[in-house]
């Protein structure tokens, strides 16, 4: 496994679910993307897709949005849950229509915290 430094060796844990709370994060991000309508279609979207692997690094590309530093404390948070062993919860992903671009709706720090750990890290992730 590579590994880009400061995380232990230990393989990233997820939970099989996406944490019910994260889909009213999501809901509430994309209301301010947009209109509140679509938002909510998009959340009930999100909530029917199927779990889908990607690599940390593909998630973070496609989004257009660089790694945020391991000082971050959301992504330190994040790190040393993966650390503990503890399970993080899969990421929602939105697709921007007309554009070749990806928005994190739930679970940035998440994936961000991965790719840190380990670049290649198969994110789970539900795409709408």
Request: net charge positive.
């Amino acid at each position: 496994m590579k590994n880009n430094g400061g995380a232990s060796d230990a393989d990233v844990k997820w939970l099989k679910r996406v944490d019910a709370e994260d889909f009213d994060a999501a809901r509430r991000y994309l209301a301010l993307v947009f209109a509140p309508r679509d938002a909510k279609a998009l959340t009930a979207s999100l909530e029917k897709a199927p779990m889908q692997r990607f690599p940390a690094k593909d998630v973070l590309r496609a989004s257009e949005q660089p790694p945020k530093p391991r000082k971050d404390p959301d992504v330190a948070k994040q790190l040393k849950r993966i650390e503990r062993g503890k399970p993080l919860s899969p990421v929602l992903l939105v697709r921007v229509p007309g554009q070749a671009k990806l928005l994190v709706a739930d679970g940035y720090h998440r994936v961000c915290a991965a790719y840190l750990h380990n670049e290649d890290e198969p994110v789970p992730c539900k795409i709408a």
